[in-house]
């Protein structure tokens, strides 16, 4: 088992404590705010597993009907979880309507206080740990599960200064306005989510730093082969995976095992500069070079 599939499983564990603590604080206050707060653990616990089963599909190896791997399971994954959270929101959102109708007293505010607290501490902790872990093996579905966990943290901050403000006033309509404003930080983060997963579903080509990048190692190992020119170039991403295609161009002498050879080292270097690289070359005469592509080699 690797280590992205151990966080992922550590992301079910964490929801199921985080949960229970947050349920813990509801009953003790009977607060609209930290109900809100409970319930949207609910969604961090069904997006975990979402998380676990994307990753496994994720790992299956390309087969007849899907030549180009599983890794697009990721993606969906992630839209999964946005909208997930925009769902949260809206609940979140008829809860604090209700609130607004009928403002109660809360019982042992503090002690609910403090539980959420910890709580929300315990969340910080794990959601910082998923995204760096996210970045560094390029995984979607595992970047935007800690992001989801961001989002719950900063709901649980703004639960708690919510609630002290209803505690230290006695206005208690201050507890659905806290969850309303809570909801609209959610809605603009599950739309967030669902942006960057549809990036990668309609192949969208990776940043521009990674572009030049890859403009960068093919002109350099290029100039070193019979390579004159590389034009047409491709990307996009698929989870941890990049795919890079382009033309390259080279002299009409050449002999095939020249022309390879180039292509060896420019396939070489890519993926040593991005591990999960896939990269297809087309070669191509001198007469087909374009002398505006997007890397001219000499």
């Not at 180009?68 to 399971?73: D, I, L, P, R």
């Not at 209700?98 to 959601?127: C, E, K, Q, T, Y």
């Not at 404003?181 to 309609?202: D, E, F, P, Y």
Request: charged letters at 20%; proline letters at 4%; a negative charge.
């Amino acid at each position: 088992m690797d280590r992205v599939m151990r966080l992922a499983i550590g992301s079910v564990l964490v929801g199921l404590f985080v949960m229970a603590l947050k349920l813990v604080a509801w009953q003790v206050t009977g607060s609209v705010a930290l109900m809100s707060d409970a319930l949207e653990s609910l969604v961090n616990l069904a997006t975990a597993l979402a998380v676990i089963v994307a990753l496994r599909v994720a790992k299956r190896p390309a087969d007849d009907k899907h030549p180009y791997g599983h890794h697009k399971a990721e993606f969906f994954s992630a839209v999964l979880e946005g909208v997930l959270i925009v769902l949260a929101a809206l609940f979140i959102l008829r809860e604090a309507w209700d609130g607004f109708l009928a403002p109660r007293a809360m019982d042992a505010p503090l002690l609910g206080m403090a539980v959420s607290a910890v709580a929300g501490a315990i969340n910080g902790v794990w959601a910082w740990l998923l995204i760096r872990a996210g970045r560094a093996h390029r995984s979607p579905a595992l970047a935007a599960d800690g992001k989801h966990l961001m989002t719950d943290v900063i709901s649980s901050l703004g639960v708690l200064v919510g609630v002290g403000l209803a505690v230290a006033t006695g206005w208690w309509v201050l507890d659905p306005v806290m969850a309303v404003l809570v909801a609209l930080n959610i809605l603009w983060a599950g739309w967030t989510v669902i942006r960057g997963s549809l990036s990668g579903l309609m192949d969208e080509a990776v940043p521009d730093a990674e572009q030049a990048m890859i403009r960068e190692v093919i002109a350099n190992v290029g100039r070193d082969g019979v390579a004159i020119e590389a034009h047409d170039l491709r990307t996009r991403h698929a989870g941890p995976v990049t795919f890079i295609d382009f033309h390259l161009v080279v002299p009409g002498e050449a002999t095939v095992e020249e022309a390879h050879r180039v292509c060896d080292r420019i396939e070489a270097a890519l993926m040593e500069a991005l591990p999960d690289a896939r990269v297809t070359i087309h070669v191509e005469p001198e007469h087909k070079a374009k002398h505006s592509g997007i890397v001219v080699l000499s």
